[in-house]
């Protein structure tokens, strides 16, 4: 993985694994920086180690957690990046777009509104 104070893949799957509880959705937002996009590792994956990895050999970086939350009729999404990248404005910027992004398929998806939706550049360090 790129950076020398980056964590594990696997430590990066056990704090996706704690940020998936009592969530709909959870999943590692992993950024190709050569505009390739973004992937999606889900908390849900038969394996997403294998994943991640697989997803790291082909260029991507590990920025942040997306989740989404429902209470009742309201949803929440967030969008944070990891505490490696907190301070790093490339990384917030990345991460505002792209749940902008996922966002409007959210609503597109589930025929409302995301009554929530948390910046990156919210303090937030999972």
Known sequence: MKGSSMRTMEDLIEKLREKAVGTCYAAII???MDGRG????TAESPNPLAELKAVVTEGGLPVGVA???RTGAEMNFTADPFQEFANESW????????AAGFTKVLEA?????????QPA???YNP
């Open 30 to 32: 992993v950024g190709f």
């Open 67 to 69: 989740r989404l939350t």
């Open 109 to 117: 998806q589930f025929g409302g509104k995301i009554l929530h939706i």
């Open 121 to 123: 550049n919210f303090p």
């Open 91 to 98: 990384v917030t910027a990345y991460l505002d777009h792209f």
């Open 38 to 41: 973004t992937k999606l590792v």
